[in-house]
């Protein structure tokens, strides 16, 4: 199995307070692998670490060279569009025609059927699976997924 990703050393702390200090961790290809702890923990902040949208306060992150990391973050805000609107313009490469067969498939497999409300209307759990049909439909190397199980809305 080839090496995707490697860190050494990580630490992150918000203030006072450490999230986690001297973590080192290696991803292989076909590793699955699963976070558990606590709220506020730091393992959102973990997964935004290696998907490159926050850095850690120390520590050396080494992702294998041109790796395409996808994250999918706990919740997701789309614009007032249409969901395969919104998977055409994730596609930038390739003929009208191909990016459509694409973006009908993906929507297709997590249970879309075309006849969805604009994205910006959909329920917490239709996000979720229209963030994710985003992720797939570029083909990621790595794809981290951040709070998979839907969370119902605080009343």
Not at 14 to 26: E, I, P, V, Y
Not at 114 to 139: F, M, N, T
């Amino acid at each position: 199995m080839s090496l995707l990703y490697n860190c050494q050393s990580l630490s992150k702390s918000f203030g006072a307070r450490k999230l986690f200090t001297d973590l080192s961790l290696s991803i292989f290809e076909r590793d699955r692998i699963g976070l558990i702890g606590p709220n506020g923990s730091g393992k959102s902040t973990l997964l935004k670490i290696f998907a490159g949208l926050e850095h850690p306060d120390t520590g050396t992150i080494a992702p294998k060279k041109g790796l395409r990391i996808g994250y999918l973050p706990q919740s997701s805000d789309f614009p007032d569009k249409k969901p395969i609107d919104i998977l055409l313009e994730t596609l930038t490469e390739g003929p009208d025609y191909e990016r459509r067969r694409l973006a009908e498939m993906w929507l297709s497999k997590l249970g879309f059927t075309g006849q969805e409300p604009s994205s910006a209307h959909l329920s917490g759990g239709w996000k979720k699976r229209l963030g994710l049909a985003k992720e797939l439909i570029v083909e990621p190397d790595l794809l981290l997924l951040d709070d998979l199980q839907a969370r119902k809305e605080a009343q």
